[in-house]
């Protein structure tokens, strides 16, 4: 059974990163929207797609110009404007600017809410000044599926560096209920230190099969070796991971690590014990910390004896990310890279009190977000 949604108290977002997030995406959503209808509309009037031979042909294409538009969500720039060797004259730009308000508002939703193909059709209509055919919805309205189906088929490379895997929960409405889904995804940092979204997908953290299943799309995607994994505790992801990759390395995150030690000892102790632990982490060396390990342990063992089991459990996994590049280590040491993915997404969207209203409205917008975000690349060893 899929677990009802909890109420969680999370912090707001500020004003102004939501109303860029919105520009955002309503240039994205606007740019797709516009380039689809501009060609469909040239396919009306030529009588024929592109490529397609047909005795009914009135006209033929003559290529692109570019200009740019300027929305009341930013410039739209370099947007392809399709020509005909007939001197093809779009009056969807006039169209658009005399119904501006009320078009954005469409377009987003369209794009993010999972509307209908009728309400598409209007929005298609209103921009064309004529009634879309079936196929002319079918095109806008999949748009964005159809760029997701192929981002997630995309060959990746052979080798990759560093690998990220988190799970973490959104809210999707089942039958007038809000349930809590789980999205799986996995983060890349390559032998040049560029750093992507390898893919994700629905499914329960806890469940191995998942997980596995995750990974092979990986390896039939390419992806043959992987020098370290980066991950917590989830037992289920990691026999996934042995399973799957079983020559690279493991790390597990210290966040989680000392999260999990300082649950065992007492809130009004944590201040005096949470930079003796965190120390084990920021040497210089792993002997060094192999030796601040120890006496942790042997100082706090008859105090907090589950505390220094937990800390025990998993210490070689906490510590492997000393036999890489140290330049790299305040990267790899933690899973923030994975996390951090999660919060974006929650940041643009989920915290907006809002709910996504299906599975692959989740999957999409989640897809429309990783699209747009720019990573840092780190630097690599030569």
């Known amino acids: 059974m899929t677990p009802k949604l909890k109420h969680t108290q999370e912090g707001p977002i500020s004003q102004s990163e939501f109303q860029a997030y919105v520009r955002e995406q309503m240039r994205a959503a606007l740019r797709i929207t516009l380039t689809t209808v501009l060609e469909e509309e040239l396919t009306a009037l030529i009588g024929a797609a592109p490529y397609e031979q047909n005795s009914n042909r009135r006209d033929h294409r003559n290529g692109s110009y570019q200009r740019n538009l300027v929305t009341s969500v930013g410039k ?26 009320e078009l954005d508002t469409a377009i987003l939703n369209m794009y993010i809410g999972g509307n209908s193909t009728e309400q598409v059709g209007a929005v298609v209509e209103s921009l064309t000044g004529t009634q879309p055919s079936t196929a002319t919805v079918s095109r806008v309205f999949h ?50 230190g560029e750093r992507e979204v390898l893919g994700f997908t629905t499914g ?91 006496a942790f342990c042997a100082k706090y063992e008859q105090i907090y004896p589950t505390a220094v089991e937990c800390l025990r459990r998993d210490s070689d996994a906490c510590l492997t990310f000393y036999s890489f590049p140290s330049a790299h280590w305040k990267t790899i040491r933690t899973n923030n890279v994975a996390e951090r993915l999660f919060e974006e997404v929650k940041k643009r969207y989920h915290k907006m009190n809002a709910a996504y209203r299906n599975e692959n409205s989740c999957l999409l917008m989640f897809f429309a977000i990783v699209r747009s975000l720019q990573f840092k690349r780190i630097p690599m060893p030569a």
């Open 76 to 101: 739209i720039e370099a947007l392809d404007v399709p020509r005909s060797r007939g001197g093809y004259r779009t009056q969807l730009f006039e169209r658009y600017q005399r119904r501006q308000t």
């Open 143 to 192: 748009t964005l599926e159809a760029e997701y189906a192929v981002w997630k088929e995309r060959p990746l490379a052979t080798h990759y560096q560093y690998v990220f895997a988190d799970g973490t929960y959104f809210t999707v409405i089942y039958e007038a209920e809000g349930i809590k889904m789980a999205v799986l995804a996995v983060v890349g940092i390559n032998l040049a």
């Open 204 to 294: 329960d953290r806890e469940n191995q099969a998942a997980w596995a299943d995750l990974l092979e799309q990986f390896k039939r995607r390419g992806m043959a070796q992987v020098d370290l994994w980066i991950t917590d505790g989830n037992q289920a992801m990691l026999n996934a991971i042995a399973t799957k990759f079983p020559t690279s390395q493991r790390q597990r995150c210290i966040v989680h690590k000392m999260n999990n030690v300082l649950g065992y000892i007492p809130k009004q102790h944590h201040d005096g014990v949470q930079p003796e632990l965190k120390a084990i982490f920021y040497q210089e060396s792993r002997p060094q910390a192999d030796q601040l390990l120890a």
